[in-house]
């Protein structure tokens, strides 16, 4: 009889660990016993007509969320890239931010790091960078449209809504586009447009756009490379409210104290698209839909000298950092170390169009050739020697 | 000192709640009385201080950033500062040491057989070391904080608090800010003295539950920081520690911060329950 009081006593723990469990697990178990969602079928076309409706014209409803990124590129390991606020630990593990939409000019996108936080805070012709750990606030002089990356071959844009335009922009005539199953993505029912590049060279699978069933806002991206069950590249949203956001989010003064830096926006982003038009050594790209590569002279000191990976430096660059602001130095930490890591898992390569060092990852693919240019984009190495070959 | 809290027995009725804050308030009295708990209280409020004085004697030099930069431009923020340099292991020892010792520190003096001879029941004297623990967590982070507050107020100029996001708040939501992070902290601290107590429950040599705590934090830090095991991450105890940062924000990261307080919630109930469930069925010898 003592035994069996014991034994129901000892059942008291393992009803908390199932209820505890249940807790833990309950969001994804509900969202399984729900099934998938059915929305009314909609074609390809009519889906991605919406939704460029619903953001060319402006109308994309208030909204506030939290986005999350996870990025499995196959990179080496970063082990320096702690911290939310550089950009370039976004290109390893899992990433929160969130972000606050008022209108095509008023949104707010916060990057939380461990007792820091990195602010992008647009409001009409203002747009503030603050970073809290260079305790920096920077004005972005050139507006928000000039913010946006064009016609880059890389996943740069962060929130879904720039992703999701930016896949449908690089689409062009060499994609199937289908509808794949309705998806649930934060808790909202989702149509699923799948964009499978019909290039062989492409080291992408399909690009796998969940668009919302109501407001036709680009809820998620995952980006799948060939041969992987897993998403390569995914931005979406986590949780999502659409409702006017509090307005002093879009308000920001640079603290007392704080350091004020005015800077431009940075010019990569407008990279001419063509050959030989423009100086040699200017960033350009090569070829169509997505087999296009970037190709980018190379700055000198890159892999030995962390000022020389971030500032457009061409010529003698010396290994002074000193003159550098703060703010700057961090990423510049964060780009040298990246590039240390790549470099280390570079592979001699040569061929016809030369020789140089060719790092692969499950998406993107970089040659280094010796005479000094960077040739990357989302294909095989051989789209990259081609690329290569014509100067 | 057994026998002074077995001989206040709770009656039944509306007298149990008295004599259960009586019997708290004996408890309490012994914990906060006991040299090495207050040795250790005052490494404690002791802490903040000498971060305080370094951040000082630096702030010259030009060499301040992120927080430390905010410390010496406003005493406030040192309340923050310094539970983000003690959250990660300077508290979870005082915590460990104080649960650890609950109930295995009666069963190695042999005093424990004496407490249960009392009608009060096992439960409810398990109930009462583990209330007698959260008022140790809130005990010890309210000092830090209160230390940190004076420290700062008198090593530095004060007013308006700049949060991480850029916004600046007046002074006294600043304090206001700076008691939700106590609080969260606490709650932190507490369920790491759940998992104290268990540990306590299990083994009659303190030394050995504290050091199983101690153990745990330390392992669960090392595992926090390896990036190719991050999807642990959200079940450990230590990566919810440090989400108090969420009080410094605008406006305010409520949703990291009850996903928090949901995780302490669940090693509270398992750890309670597991604790429970072990004390009530074992054969109490010393």
């Not at chain 1, 076309?45 to 939290?66: C, F, I, K, N, Y």
């Not at chain 2, 009462?128 to 967590?137: E, R, T």
């Not at chain 2, 009080?247 to 750890?271: C, E, N, Q």
Request: glycine share 12%; with cysteine.
């Amino acid at each position: 009889m003592r035994n069996g009081a014991r034994a129901v006593k000892w059942g008291v723990p393992i009803v908390a660990v199932a209820v505890v469990a249940g807790v833990a697990v309950a969001g994804p178990v509900i969202a399984a016993v729900q099934g998938d969602p059915s929305l009314p079928e909609r074609t390809a076309q009519e889906l991605l007509a919406d939704a460029a409706r619903t953001w060319q014209s402006g109308t994309v409803r208030p909204m506030s969320g939290t986005i999350v990124e996870t990025a499995s590129l196959g990179l080496p390991s970063l082990p320096n890239m702690g911290g939310g606020a550089s950009p370039f630990s976004l290109l390893a593990g899992s990433h929160q931010a969130k972000v606050w939409y008022g209108g095509p000019e008023r949104m707010r996108l916060m990057l939380p790091g461990e007792m820091s936080e990195s602010d992008l805070v647009v409001n009409g012709d203002q747009v503030w960078w603050w970073d809290s750990a260079a305790n920096t606030a920077t004005r972005v002089k050139g507006g928000p449209a000039a913010g946006r990356p064009d016609a880059s071959p890389f996943p740069s844009a962060i929130t879904p809504q720039q992703a999701a335009e930016e896949a449908l922009k690089a689409a062009g005539g060499n994609t199937r586009i289908t509808v794949g199953k309705d998806a649930t993505v934060a808790g909202r029912a989702a149509y699923e447009v799948v964009l499978t590049p019909t290039d062989g060279g492409s080291l992408i699978k399909d690009v796998r756009l969940a668009i919302d069933g109501e407001t036709f806002i680009p809820l998620r991206v995952q980006v799948y490379a060939k041969g992987t069950a897993e998403p390569a590249f995914e931005v979406g949203f986590d949780t999502v409210t659409f409702s006017p956001p509090a307005p002093e989010n879009f308000t920001f003064t640079p603290p007392p104290g704080a350091k004020v830096e005015e800077a431009a926006v940075p010019s990569f982003t407008r990279l001419p698209h063509g050959k030989d038009e423009h100086e040699a050594d200017a960033p350009r790209v090569v070829g169509e839909g997505w087999d296009r590569v970037l190709v980018a002279s190379v700055p000198k000191g890159f892999g030995q000298d962390p000022a020389g990976t971030t500032g457009k430096t061409t010529g003698e660059t010396t290994a002074e950092t000193t003159g550098k602001e703060k703010s700057w130095r961090d990423s510049a930490d964060g780009a040298a170390s990246l590039a240390d890591g790549l470099l280390k898992s570079a592979t001699p390569v040569s061929g016809e169009w030369g020789s140089g060092r060719l790092i692969r990852t499950k998406l993107v693919t970089v040659l280094l050739t010796d005479d000094g240019r960077l040739v990357a984009g989302a294909v095989t190495p051989e789209v990259l020697y081609a690329a290569a070959g014509q100067k | 000192m057994a026998t002074e809290r077995a001989g206040a027995v709770p009656d039944r009725g509306p007298g149990r709640l008295r004599a259960a804050a009586r019997l708290l308030g004996a408890e309490a009295a012994l914990t906060f009385r006991r040299p090495r708990h207050l040795a250790m209280l005052g490494v404690l409020a002791v802490v903040p201080i000498l971060i305080g004085v370094a951040v000082r004697l630096v702030a010259g030099d030009g060499v301040t950033e992120s927080i430390v930069a905010q410390v010496a431009g406003n005493g406030l923020v040192l309340t923050f500062a310094a539970f983000f340099v003690m959250l990660p292991l300077i508290l979870p020892l005082a915590v460990s040491v104080v649960a650890g010792d609950a109930v295995a520190g009666e069963a190695s003096q042999g005093t424990l057989r004496y407490l249960l001879t009392a009608p009060a029941g096992r439960g409810r004297l398990l109930a009462l070391k583990y209330a007698n623990v959260l008022l140790f967590c809130l005990a010890a982070c309210t000092l830090v904080a209160v230390s940190a507050l004076v420290a700062g107020l008198v090593l530095f100029p004060s007013g308006p608090v700049t949060l991480l996001s850029g916004t600046t708040v007046p002074f006294a939501e600043g304090l206001l800010r700076a008691g939700v992070a106590v609080l969260y902290a606490s709650a932190g601290m507490a369920a790491l003295g759940a998992l104290a107590l268990l540990f306590s429950t299990l083994t009659e040599n303190p030394i050995g539950a504290i050091s199983a705590t101690v153990v745990l934090v330390v392992v669960s830090e090392v595992l926090v920081a390896i990036p190719q095991l991050s999807a642990l991450r959200p079940f450990l105890l230590t990566s919810w520690w440090n989400a108090f940062d969420g009080v410094l924000r605008a406006p305010m990261d409520t949703g990291r911060m009850g996903t928090g307080l949901l995780v302490f919630a669940g090693y509270i109930v398992i750890s309670g329950s597991l604790a429970w469930a072990r004390f009530t069925s074992r054969d109490v010898t010393s």
